[in-house]
């Protein structure tokens, strides 16, 4: 992915360069950061193998390179092997990203056969216990022997960290367990909090002092390892003064299709009130991509707001992320308020300062993502 | 990533295994794919890459590049785009 902060800054020419598609919101684990909406219950239509290859081909056409395979829990879709197999052949680099969970011996073997390139596994802590209490299933065991089963293909791994106050403290361990299997990258990724993780943020987000901790062990470990393991570091934006390039710009080289079929400039996007976003069943994708008023809406910077209009920063960061904007000041249009010269950078401020006063020890419990804890499908 | 040691033209280097090296015609460029990047090339980039790659040596592939421009002089700018992507992992040094 493009990884948030990560000050990359890609010329897509206008192209979809990063497809992603969300095969199913179907999971069997319950990790209470989820990206996926919280009223997920609400889509159920998942597209057919048939329309997800004509998702592909419409894709290539209009220039796609990267496709990732995620959910939910790809690998809940019987015709995964299927869907990498038709990606391959018409050229895409394709990467999987999954909780390993449904993660056979058997079916990695058929989808290396199938062409697969890549896999990003999840792994949120370096022993069962934590691991069971974050995600809601008894799965580190499974999660180590199918990354080991992984190397053992010869394909290329991420293993990607969800960070929280939870597992932050064990940067090092993590890393340590990173080369033990030896993965090229180890990913630690920040929590950016939207949906289920915004849900918990108050019982998730670290304090400065973790994350300055965390920072040195990744720095400590980048010096010892050298390029034995690459470790990417995604800072978590609210620590920052300036706010991610969310997406390297909204509909710049960032295309995601949901379950259903609706196309998203990123996979948090629905959750921006008042945008109406094409759907796959109705339209060609090109026109969603070049004409739709869903993906045009804050493309450039002529929507822009002060503070940043006037901003010379704002071909950087793109004035941050349209989504945080929406659900921290009720405007998707506004600045990020993560931004310093944002008028809403108080609020930030005081999450962070909430997180490091609070007294851990009575905190309220983690809701997990499930069904039953789903939102109702409310009126949009 | 810091690379072991300094490459030499003796050296012969191959792209690394989770990288793929392709005519991209939307792009109209070369392109390096990896697991989640896309690395779009110029075109001499792309000629460097491609040529020390395939040849036995970087000696060789700067000598049938120097061929192909009519040049005598490439040696150290070859040697100093292939550190370059050695250093951000795209390249190893075959053993």
Known sequence: MPKDGSGLSLDGLGMPLWLVVELTYKCPLQCPWCSNPVDFNKYRNE?????????????????????GFTGGEPMLRKDLEELVAYADKIGYYTNLITS????????????????LKQVQLSIQACDSELNEKLVGLDVFDHKIAIARAIKAEGLPMVLNVPVSRYNIDHTAELIDLAADLKVEYVEFANLQYYNWALLNRSELIPTREQLVRSEAAVKAAREKL??????????????????????????????????DGTALPCQEARLIKGIEFPNVKEHSLEWIW??????????????????????????????????????????????????????????????????SAEDRSCGKPLTMRHHRTAHEPAGE | ??????????????????????????QKAHVLLYPE?????????????E????????AQGTCELQDRYGRSDLGASVLEFLELAHAKGWIRVKS
């Open chain 1, 290 to 355: 070049k004409n739709s008023p869903g993906f045009n809406k804050f493309r450039g910077d002529g929507w822009m707001k002060e503070p940043c209009r006037s901003c010379d920063e704002r071909e950087k960061d793109f004035g941050g992320c349209r989504c945080q904007a929406f659900l921290l000041t009720g405007d998707a249009a506004n600045t990020d308020p993560v931004c310093s010269k944002s008028p809403h950078r108080h609020l930030i401020d005081e999450i962070v300062q909430r997180a």
């Open chain 1, 100 to 115: 390993g969970v449904g993660l056979t011996p058997e079916r990695l073997k058929a989808l290396k056969k199938a062409g």
């Open chain 2, 1 to 26: 990533m810091k690379p072991e040691r300094h490459l030499s033209p003796s050296d012969a280097v191959e792209l690394a295994p989770s990288f793929h090296f392709r005519w991209e015609e939307p």
């Open chain 2, 51 to 58: 040529t020390c790659t395939g040849n036995p040596s970087i």
């Open chain 1, 47 to 67: 597209l057919s193998t048939e329309q997800w290859k004509s998702v592909l081909a419409e894709g290539r056409r209009l220039g796609s390179l990267q496709l």
């Open chain 2, 37 to 49: 990047g896309i690395v779009k090339l110029s075109e001499t980039a792309a000629a460097i890459l």
């Open chain 1, 226 to 259: 050298g390029n034995k393991l690459t470790i990417y570091f995604v800072v978590p934006d609210y620590f920052d003064t300036r706010p991610k390039a969310c997406m390297n710009g909204w509909g710049s080289i960032h295309l995601t299709i949901a379950p």
